[in-house]
């Protein structure tokens, strides 16, 4: 198939020719029985399937496990679910304040704008809202959410995910900026979004004009693995840190996609090049059907040693697990402190070697009247 450029480079036209069934995809690529049955099930009743044409192209057709093929088209061990995985891992319903709204933490809130995305992750967290075919629906309701939010004062912070918000129009992404930016304790506005991966072309002029008039505003990207990171999401990167946004990513740690330390080096390189910082890494979500995606921590943990000192240090993202049941995100880190001595302190660098941070007694000393004092004790001379 010949598309002209006009219509490739279109974000309308990818949107209108993503593939969405088995024939469809089956047309293009010789599935293996697993991906049949995930077409033809966990696609119908889990999470639906679709695929922007601009993506498609950037899968192995004859590698089933092409780490980008992996995120994207079902497989039958979406069917299968453990005992301890969850329809809603991260505990959000029981932390939604108005429709689509998590208030989890003390000053920000995490607001869903849409429950649709360009294509679908397979290991989504959000997958019983998202795509429409989960087991709920995302209710949206501007009026209760905007009415909580200049109620409470504390809010200074709103991310604003979904599904994808780029997916929304110019016109109502404005509609939704504007109104948040009229709320005078609302400080800062993020946006979560896949779309510089799955669908660069929705980062136009006009977006970007609309973006600009909001600040300050940042972006948080989702790309786990380096073949993402293609010279048309560069571009599109490049767009928005033109526009003065700050971009950030995060990744999710997936089994025989990324969980390498060799390509998530690659990976976090090939971010700072584009201008991203790696954000945040995640211990994959308790969401029923991911079992084949999991990375136990021990190996994450592994992979966080050999970036830490091996990559320029804001390349390192935070690892963190979303505490499952609605504990909020907790960091993982390897430790670098071998033991607390009398005088010292006994510390490994990012080789393996050993050294050692002296204490004598007067710096104890103060030290404990720091405490002291910190702890509402006073001192006492
Ligand atoms: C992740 C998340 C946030 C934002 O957390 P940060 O650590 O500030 O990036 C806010 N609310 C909810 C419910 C979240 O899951």
Same mark, same amino acid.
């Given at each position: 198939m010949?598309?002209?450029d006009?219509?490739?480079?279109d974000?309308?036209?990818?949107?209108?020719?993503?593939?969405i069934s088995?024939?469809?995809?089956?047309?293009r690529?010789?599935?293996?029985?697993?991906?049949r049955?995930g077409?033809?099930f966990?696609?119908?009743?889990?999470?639906?399937f679709?695929l922007?044409?601009y993506?498609?192209?950037?899968i192995?057709?004859?590698?089933?496990?092409?780490p980008?093929?992996?995120?994207v088209?079902?497989?039958?061990?979406?069917?299968?679910?453990?005992?301890y995985?969850?329809?809603?891992?991260?505990g959000e319903?029981k932390?939604m304040?108005?429709?689509?709204?998590?208030?989890r933490y003390?000053?920000?809130?995490?607001?869903l704008?849409t429950?649709?995305c360009a294509?679908y992750?397979?290991?989504?967290?959000?997958?019983r809202?998202v795509?429409?075919v989960?087991?709920?629906?995302l209710?949206?309701?501007?009026?209760l959410?905007?009415?909580y939010?200049?109620?409470h004062t504390?809010?200074?912070?709103v991310?604003?995910?979904g599904?994808?918000?780029?997916?929304?129009?110019?016109?109502?992404?404005?509609?939704?900026?504007?109104?948040?930016?009229?709320?005078d304790?609302?400080e800062i506005?993020?946006?979560g979004t =896949? +779309?510089? #991966?799955?669908?660069?072309q929705? &980062?136009?002029?006009? !977006?970007?004009?609309?973006?600009?008039?909001?600040?300050p505003l940042?972006i948080?990207?989702h790309?786990n693995h380096?073949k993402?990171?293609?010279l048309?999401?560069k571009?599109?990167l490049?767009k928005l840190?033109d526009?003065g946004?700050?971009l950030?990513?995060q990744?999710?740690?997936?089994?025989?996609?990324n969980?390498?330390p060799q390509?998530?080096?690659?990976l976090v390189n090939?971010?700072?090049r584009c201008?991203v910082r790696?954000?945040y890494l995640?211990?994959?979500d308790?969401?029923?059907?991911?079992h084949?995606? =999991? +990375?136990p #921590?021990?190996?994450?943990?592994? &992979?966080?040693?050999? !970036?830490?000192?091996?990559t320029?240090g804001?390349?390192v993202?935070?690892?963190?697990v979303?505490?499952?049941?609605?504990g909020?995100?907790?960091?993982?880190?390897?430790d670098?402190?071998?033991?607390?001595y009398?005088?010292?302190v006994?510390?490994?660098?990012?080789?393996?070697?050993?050294?050692?941070y002296?204490?004598?007694q007067q710096?104890?000393?103060e030290e404990n009247e720091?405490?002291?004092s910190?702890?509402?004790m006073?001192?006492?001379?």
């Amino acid at each position: 198939m010949s598309v002209p450029d006009k219509d490739w480079n279109d974000w309308h036209w990818q949107l209108k020719n993503r593939l969405i069934s088995l024939e469809q995809i089956e047309q293009r690529l010789f599935l293996i029985p697993d991906e049949r049955r995930g077409l033809m099930f966990a696609a119908k009743e889990k999470l639906a399937f679709s695929l922007t044409p601009y993506f498609f192209n950037l899968i192995d057709p004859f590698n089933p496990d092409c780490p980008l093929r992996r995120q994207v088209i079902p497989r039958a061990e979406e069917l299968v679910s453990m005992p301890y995985e969850m329809m809603d891992p991260c505990g959000e319903d029981k932390d939604m304040v108005a429709p689509g709204l998590v208030h989890r933490y003390p000053d920000r809130v995490l607001f869903l704008v849409t429950d649709r995305c360009a294509t679908y992750c397979r290991y989504c967290t959000r997958s019983r809202i998202v795509s429409g075919v989960g087991s709920q629906k995302l209710e949206i309701d501007d009026k209760l959410t905007f009415d909580y939010l200049k109620k409470h004062t504390e809010i200074r912070d709103v991310l604003i995910s979904g599904g994808d918000p780029l997916l929304l129009s110019d016109g109502r992404l404005e509609k939704i900026l504007r109104q948040l930016r009229e709320i005078d304790h609302i400080e800062i506005i993020r946006i979560g979004t =896949r +779309v510089p #991966i799955f669908l660069p072309q929705r &980062i136009t002029e006009s !977006l970007c004009k609309v973006l600009k008039a909001y600040h300050p505003l940042w972006i948080n990207i989702h790309s786990n693995h380096p073949k993402e990171l293609t010279l048309e999401a560069k571009t599109a990167l490049e767009k928005l840190a033109d526009t003065g946004i700050p971009l950030g990513n995060q990744s999710v740690l997936l089994k025989g996609i990324n969980d390498d330390p060799q390509t998530m080096l690659e990976l976090v390189n090939k971010l700072v090049r584009c201008r991203v910082r790696p954000y945040y890494l995640y211990q994959c979500d308790l969401i029923q059907g991911t079992h084949h995606f =999991r +990375v136990p #921590i021990r190996r994450g943990l592994e &992979i966080m040693q050999k !970036l830490r000192g091996f990559t320029t240090g804001f390349a390192v993202p935070q690892y963190v697990v979303d505490g499952p049941g609605g504990g909020g995100k907790i960091p993982l880190n390897p430790d670098y402190v071998m033991g607390y001595y009398e005088d010292k302190v006994l510390l490994r660098n990012y080789e393996g070697k050993i050294y050692s941070y002296p204490m004598d007694q007067q710096a104890k000393g103060e030290e404990n009247e720091d405490r002291q004092s910190e702890a509402g004790m006073g001192k006492y001379k």
